[in-house]
């Protein structure tokens, strides 16, 4: 790709950028929410055409007018939500758009299409996963091998693998990174697009950083340090990435007392952050939603505040407390509804008369929390549907704060946001906390909680260990303790 330049009327989205990927490598497309990076794989994959600029494949000129045309030519996109028919079989989906046909009636034959998803799902080494079981009915990790293996199905050369970790379990990560290694042998050409600099220093061979529509750098995965990369991406030294200060906690607002699931035990005070660390399905989230009331307290007692003993969620933000669900798309946001609303939807009594909304309050107060948490948008307006990962989890924040909640929970508050975005809201929950407001963070980051977190309990298996400060912790032991084992 070469000169690549892309305009949505006056907003220059990609301005003159170049990207070289030779078979057989992996390189990580990196750069924050809004540097061009999708706008760019949408050009590659045909979903948009370049106002500038060339594409080659193989030294051939390349200009599909559409994604059907990308993928007859070996282009394959792999999104971070997978793109299955949910309610069809394996091996339909494998071959959707493609399907073989027999006779001169054009019968869709059965017999071809199991055969084929059978040799591509062999060729992933993953023999495992049946032809025949409904899509929806996979985990994560298995739906996103069947879309790889439909890419491979199709002939692909360039797989393009757009936050493809966001939702696995650390053991999917590995299943994933192995298979991504066994493409690199079969000469794929593979675009690996992250937020996680670990994950690319790992996987890829060359980096090329994004900024603001523009190419910020390029180079040797290898021979780069982490902190460089991120430098590129955000235009400086990420340094002061965690802005933590010296604290002073003050009184008990969040209190649990042998709560299931696992009898958990916790204090969370005024002025703190408390993070929980564990693997994907040790029962943090299903914690977390405990708390808020969106499921029952099977046992024990939850004290907000003054307020003890169980509640809905209603009651919940009444009592101070708010929670940002980890499922930003499924139910963090109403992604149908304007960034006013979602900012404002759990408050509305200060903006217009009992029963009524008048829509000048709302947007002066929805275009507060815009200008202070940078929320990148036309206007308040404008559909949250619309916006980057980052600035759509500013507006999920930004609720508990326009709600002035005095306890924040948290889950997954990062997760596919881009390394200044992440800056920023750190920078938020420090000011938080300053306030002496209390935050409860779970992360599967361990950086994150190292850096971010005054003490840190660990839930494995569904069982809530002690907050111990964090100075007692590091990433090997975090790692130990959630997995089941202990440091030595």
Known sequence: MRGIRKAFGATIALDGIDLVVGAGEVCALVGQNGAGKSTLMAVLSGALQADAGEMRLDGQRFAPRDPLAARDSGVAMIYQEPLLAPHLTVMENVVLGVEPLRGPLGIVDRERMRRTAESALAELGHADIAPDAIASELAPAAQQLVE???????GCRILVLDEPTSSLAYADVRVLFDLIRRLKQQGIAIVYISHFIEEVKEISDRFVVLRDGRNAGNGVTAEARSE??????????????????SRTPGGVVLQLDRVMPGDAMLELRRGEVVGIAGLLGAGRTRLLRTIFGLEPVKSGRIRVAAHSGSAEPRDRWRQGLGMVSEDRAGEGLARS??????????????????GFVLPSRQRVAASKWIERLAIRCADARQPVAELSGGSQQKVAVGRLLHHDVDVLILDEPTRGIDVASKAQIYELIEELVRAQKAVLLVSSYFPELLGVCDRVAVMSRGRLGPARRVDEWNEHSLLMEASGARAS
């Open 148 to 154: 790889i293996a439909r890419a491979r199905a199709t």
């Open 228 to 245: 460089d990369i991120v430098a590129l991406m955000v235009g400086r030294s990420m340094d002061a990435l965690y802005p933590r200060k």
């Open 337 to 354: 509804l304007s960034v006013a609303d979602n900012l404002t939807l759990s408050r509305l009594e200060p903006l217009g008369p009992p």
